[in-house]
Antibody, heavy 125, light 107 residues
C-alpha cells in the first residue's frame, strides 16, 4: 500500500524557516517524480514544486516560492523534503506531498496519483 | 504562465444528475490535463489523467474529454459521495497550474 506521511509543519514567525518532510512507502521511491502542493485557508490548490525521480537532477518551482524554497530528496530514506526560508503570511497553508507524474522535458504526464494527508504551516507573529 | 479557468465556480445538483465541469487553458496544453476531487480534511484524489484516462479504482461514472485548450469532466449520475470540490491541473509546462476549483453542492 502506498503511503505518504508529511511532517514538520508548525507555527513560525515571519521571516523564519521550516523544513517539511514526507516519508514514502509502498513503492520504489527513487523511480518517481515527487511534488509539493499547498492549500491556503479558504483557497484552492496551488502547485509549489516538483523534483524528478532518480537523483532529483531537475527541480521546478512556482514563482511565488522560487529562491526561497528548496525541494530535495533522499532516496536511501524514501524521503522528500521542502526547505522553506523567508516565510511570510502568504505561505500559511496545508502542504501536501504527492507522487508522480512522469516528467518529460518539463512536461508532467499522468497526474499525482497518491497524496499525503498534509501538514499545516502557519506563519504568524 | 498558463492560466486555467474552470466553470462554473460552484454548482448545485441532485443525486442522479448528470454534471459537467469545464476547464479552459489560456494556451494549448495538448492532453496534459488532470482532474482531482478534494473533500475537506482529506487528501486530493486523482480522477482523470491525460485529459481522458480514468485513474485506476475511480468509478466509471467519471469521464474526461478534450484537448488543446478546452476540457470537460462529466459525472454521469451523481452519487452522495461525489459532493466535493473539483480541480483541473495542467502538466504541459511549469508552473503546473490548477484551476480555481468547482464546488459541487447538494441541491
Amino acid at each position: 500500500e502506498v503511503q505518504l506521511v508529511e511532517s514538520g509543519g508548525d507555527l513560525v514567525q515571519p521571516g523564519g524557516s521550516l523544513r517539511l518532510s514526507c516519508v514514502a512507502s509502498g513503492f520504489t521511491f527513487s523511480s518517481y517524480a515527487m511534488n509539493w502542493v499547498r492549500q491556503a485557508p479558504g483557497k484552492g490548490l496551488e502547485w509549489v514544486s516538483t523534483i524528478s525521480g532518480g537523483g532529483g537532477t531537475n527541480t521546478y518551482y512556482a514563482g511565488s516560492v522560487k529562491g526561497r524554497f528548496t525541494i530535495s530528496r533522499d532516496n536511501s530514506k524514501s524521503t522528500l523534503y521542502l526547505q522553506m526560508n523567508s516565510l511570510s503570511a502568504e505561505d500559511t497553508a496545508i502542504y501536501y506531498c504527492a507522487k508522480g507524474g512522469a516528467l518529460y522535458g518539463g512536461k508532467s504526464r499522468g497526474g499525482c496519483d497518491y497524496w499525503g494527508q498534509g501538514t499545516l504551516v502557519t506563519v504568524s507573529s | 504562465d498558463i492560466q486555467m479557468t474552470q466553470s462554473p465556480s460552484s454548482l448545485s445538483a441532485s443525486v442522479g444528475d448528470r454534471v459537467t465541469i469545464t476547464c479552459r487553458a489560456s494556451q494549448t496544453i495538448s492532453y496534459y490535463l488532470n482532474w482531482y476531487q478534494h473533500k475537506p480534511g482529506k487528501a486530493p484524489k486523482l480522477l482523470i489523467y491525460a485529459a481522458s484516462s480514468l485513474q485506476s479504482g475511480v468509478p466509471s461514472r467519471f469521464s474526461g474529454s478534450g484537448s488543446g485548450t478546452d476540457f470537460t469532466l462529466t459525472i454521469s449520475s451523481l452519487q452522495p459521495e461525489d459532493f466535493a470540490t473539483y480541480y483541473c491541473q495542467q502538466g504541459d509546462s511549469t508552473p503546473y497550474t490548477f484551476g480555481q476549483g468547482t464546488n459541487l453542492e447538494i441541491k
